[in-house]
């Protein structure tokens, strides 16, 4: 009989094990992470440091970084990098201020989106730019413990209503 218990218990003690499932996900320090490596995408810039700023792109080839001008569409981070380092070396400074970060998670901490509004003051060629609200959306994906913009696109919002409606 001792053993008709422990063949019944056995079958429910895997069980409930199983049902443990993956560790909890610690979404505070996932969401600094993520912060982080937005942080480090504006500082890049403001910092023209071509380095850091590839280091916040995966490295898979099918990620998509859409700028705001008509030729910025870029499928991998090599090429958008040379384009980038050609912008650099004619810029003087740069400057950026973000408001409105909105940042979300998905409940399995891998997956994470963004929103932002950046200011961008730019010198170049002796010339001095500023860009008001550029619009900036991502998705970033966690990949071996790292994150990376899997996806980027910034957009400068048309005066008034381009369609009435």
């Known amino acids: 009989m001792k053993h008709l218990y422990f063949l019944l ?36 810039h403001e910092e023209k440091n071509l380095e850091m700023l590839l280091s916040c792109f995966s490295d898979k080839p099918d990620i998509t970084i859409i700028g705001t001008d008509r030729d910025e569409l870029w499928v991998d981070k090599v090429s958008m990098g040379e384009a980038q380092k050609r912008a650099y070396e004619t810029f003087g400074e740069i400057r950026l201020s973000v408001r409105d970060k909105i940042l979300k998670l998905c409940s399995d901490g891998e997956i994470a989106w963004f929103y932002m509004k950046v200011n961008w003051y730019v010198e170049s060629e002796g010339e001095t730019s500023t860009f008001d609200g550029i619009r900036t959306t991502g998705v970033l994906e966690k990949m071996n413990e790292k994150w990376a913009i899997a996806q980027i696109h910034t957009s400068m919002p048309v005066e008034g209503q381009a369609v009435r409606y």
């Open 9 to 44: 218990f056995l079958p429910l003690l895997l069980g409930l094990t199983s049902c443990a499932g993956e560790p909890e996900v610690d979404m505070e320090a996932e969401r600094q992470q993520v912060m982080t490596l937005i942080d480090n995408f504006v500082k890049a």
